[in-house]
């Protein structure tokens, strides 16, 4: 066993002392991070786990309230005294800010003030944020383009320097005009961007970022998806906490310079956002800036993401405070939907320029943005097996499928109840906004290839329109979990419109079909089946029918071809392990729910070349796919005996009315009764709510008369049959023998002596 060693900081013994004696929870969260906190050597865990434990730690500052206070209030004198314009402004999504800086721990860090010790936006990173926004977004939009560049220069200085790479060349596009050159010398801008800061003490969090195809990004091999995720951990401020921006003036005039600058500190900060990660929603603020009068460049759009089955969504910690949709998932999963529009048309190296200039890569940022933000009250919810969980949902009750080893719910969502993992429940909502910018394409042989705001937003639009239609997000999104409702896009109704925009994107863009061959999921080369229309209301034992027909499917392969279906899978054939004993299920299902409220389940597969090869892919799917689909069809009708079923039709105004339930057996309800009689005479009663109708087993005290309402007690209820049988008077439950001499050993003997006589 390798020998367990530390490295730690060199200091005097009585700081050692000092810093052990000081709480972890007072100390300065900067120093903890870089300085105070000791690396083992050797530990089994690896670096990441290290890393993420390490900067937990740091979490658990709590931070001194009062001198943030005090220094505010201190702040706040010195900028009045400066006559600077204060504007407060909210983060709208988690922030994070040199993660890239010099420390202890690889890409792990945040921007702590060097003295005080809470995250800070320093001044210079703002001045650049607003430069940049004033000058590729503001300045275009203006028709007297040297009196704008005049005033940027004014304001935020020049040096031939810092000028000479805004100028077009044949190496970057450029976006500064060529007839407006800087003026000779340098000089210092009017306007002084000072730190923002924190109204409150933030708190800190630990976040994740998780690459899914660090191969494909590294230009080593295709977009797999064979490939093992790396996370990677970060500290983050949440969303929520509440920034104090400030600007003065170097050489106070009267002109409208402050307020102007104003402007594009809440245009930039709305739109662009602050920090790292800003094109997953990081970093964007809200205010009260109105940031539409300078956003000719942009175009935005709003989406309801609303879930139709459970989602196992997790972040860093995979416990119930990040249970929740993140922007960084949803973007890779928009790129994930984006390639498989075109990797059946394009090569490998087209297929990442073309992604670079929709989604950005390490050498260009995107010009796409993905912002989630939670719509509704909805929470968290632990996933358990317990008995009470499978009766309330009707899994594993009489009317469920039998014979088989695994309930069909655990088979699909198997792992998740032995880690404990949290879920939202179906109906979860999120308000996705997606922004677009003009963008550019890359072509070395034919310079730059400009791309408008609205070409680029029907780009993420299409893949969020296959997204939410056949995919899903969360642990287990390929088996039915974490599925959204469908969604309008306007001009897309199908895959083949889907099919028609990337052709038009391709010859906007100059390129032809290129693709010789299939090296990832490709829309055209898919195989599906008709939407399966069921009868099942509860998402639950939706996904438990689903588990149930996927068990089956499986089960009807060759157990040589059931790794074709995914890996790791026991019993794997020796081809299947070309690229790794890796590799995502190539099936996915999923769930939608349709106007009457029921559910509609739909099955696409795609054909992998490394499962074992294309054409083998091809033929084991469409063979699972056949048993699949005649397993959701033999069980589409069913219902769980023990739960009521849920009578929602639309009415003459279209409107679902609210759930009705069936009555249980015992239960006394009103009925209705009918002028048809039984052929003995007796009464017959409907049941409205639920539609059915039956006999009354006995006679009817009073005078009654066809039409008129009583209550009745619920005799017997057949839900498949659409029986039921009514009593007038309740039977009385049949009573337990009382203990008595008849019951004793000697009347035992007695009632044998009786019987031999």
Not at 103 to 109: K, L, M, S, V
Request: aromatic letters at 8%; a positive charge.
């Amino acid at each position: 066993m390798a020998k367990r060693r530390t490295t730690e900081i060199i200091l005097p013994k009585s700081t050692r002392q000092n810093l052990e004696d000081f709480p972890l929870t007072s100390r300065h969260p900067g120093l903890q991070l870089d300085k105070f906190g000791k690396i083992p050597e050797g530990e089994s865990s690896g670096a990441m786990e290290l890393q993420k434990r390490a900067i937990r730690e740091v979490t658990n500052v709590e931070g001194d309230r009062r001198m943030l206070k005090a220094l505010n209030d201190r702040r706040t004198a010195m900028l009045r005294g400066l006559g600077a314009r204060v504007t407060s402004m909210t983060a709208a999504g988690p922030l994070t800010l040199h993660l890239s800086r010099p420390g202890t721990w690889e890409n792990a860090g945040i921007c702590f003030h060097p003295v005080y010790g809470f995250v800070y936006l320093p001044g210079s990173g703002i001045k650049g944020i607003v430069r940049s926004f004033a000058e590729t977004v503001w300045a275009s939009a203006q028709e007297d383009k040297e009196q704008a560049w005049d005033k940027i220069d004014e304001i935020f200085g020049f040096s031939p320097r810092s000028e000479a790479h805004k100028f077009r060349s044949e190496e970057r596009p450029g976006w500064r005009p060529a007839s407006i050159r800087p003026k000779d010398g340098g000089a210092a801008g009017r306007i002084v961007f000072h730190d923002a800061w924190p109204e409150t003490w933030p708190p800190l969090e630990v976040d994740i970022a998780n690459n899914h195809h660090t191969g494909y990004y590294g230009e080593k091999n295709e977009p797999g998806d064979w490939e093992s995720p790396i996370p990677v951990s970060f500290l983050a401020v949440p969303a929520g906490v509440r920034f104090s921006f400030a600007i003065s003036d170097r050489s106070p005039r009267e002109d409208a310079a402050l307020g102007l600058v104003v402007t594009w500190l809440h245009a930039a900060l709305q739109v662009e956002g602050a920090g790292a990660k800003t094109a997953a929603g990081y970093g964007r603020f809200v205010g009260d800036g109105k940031a539409s009068a300078v956003l000719k460049d942009y175009c935005s759009q709003e989406y309801a993401l609303k879930l139709a089955s459970p989602a196992f969504l997790a972040g860093a910690s995979q416990k119930e405070a990040d249970c929740n949709l993140r922007g960084a998932t949803l973007r890779g999963l928009l790129r994930w939907w984006w390639r498989t529009m075109y990797a059946e048309k394009v090569d490998i190296i087209t297929l990442r320029k073309l992604e670079a200039a929709v989604w950005g890569d390490t050498k260009q940022g995107s010009p796409v943005r993905v912002a989630v933000r939670q719509a509704g009250a909805h929470t968290a919810k632990s996933f358990s097996q317990s008995p009470q969980f499978k009766h309330e949902h009707g899994i594993g009750s009489s009317g469920s499928r039998r014979g088989r080893t695994t309930l069909g719910l655990y088979y699909a969502s198997y792992g998740m109840a032995e880690k404990r993992r949290w879920y939202r429940e179906a109906g979860s909502a999120w308000q996705v906004t997606v922004t677009a910018r003009s963008g550019r394409l890359c072509q070395p042989d034919k310079n730059y290839i400009p791309l408008s705001a609205e070409t680029l937003l029907a780009q993420a639009a299409a893949s969020l329109w296959l997204l939410a239609r056949y995919g899903g997000a969360g642990s287990k999104s390929r088996k039915g979990f974490g599925s959204f409702l469908s969604i309008e896009v306007p001009g897309i109704s199908s895959r083949s419109d889907c099919h028609e925009r990337a052709r038009s994107f391709l010859a906007q863009c100059e390129i032809s079909h290129s693709s010789d061959r299939l090296y990832a999921p490709a829309l055209g080369a898919e195989l599906s089946v008709p939407e399966v229309k069921t009868a099942w209301v509860d998402a639950w034992y939706a996904c438990h029918q689903v588990g149930g027909a996927m068990q089956k499917a499986i089960r009807s392969l060759d157990k040589g071809d059931r790794a074709a279906i995914g890996l790791p899978r026991r019993g794997a054939r020796r081809a299947f392990k070309r690229k790794g004993d890796r590799h995502a299920s190539p099936v996915l299902w999923s769930l939608d729910r349709r106007p009457d409220d029921k559910l509609s389940v739909r099955l696409i597969a795609f054909p992998s070349p490394w499962l074992p090869n294309f054409e083998d892919s091809r033929r084991i799917l469409q063979d699972f796919l056949r048993t699949a689909e005649r397993e959701l069809n033999r069980w589409k009708d069913t219902y769980p005996r023990n739960l009521a079923r849920e009578v929602r039709e639309p009415d003459a105004a279209g409107q679902v009315a609210r759930p009705a339930a069936i009555p249980k057996q015992g239960t006394r309800v009103k009925v209705v009764l009918l002028e048809e009689k039984t052929k003995k005479g007796g009464w017959k009663a409907l049941h409205e709510p639920s539609g059915f109708r039956g006999v009354v087993q006995d006679s009817i005290t009073g005078e009654v008369a066809p039409g008129q309402e009583v209550e009745l007690h619920v005799q017997y209820v057949n839900r498949d049959r659409k029986e039921i049988a009514f009593r007038w008077k309740a039977q009385s439950k049949t009573k337990r023998p009382t203990k008595s001499s008849h019951s004793s050993p000697q009347g035992g003997r007695e009632r044998s002596r009786r019987r031999r006589r």
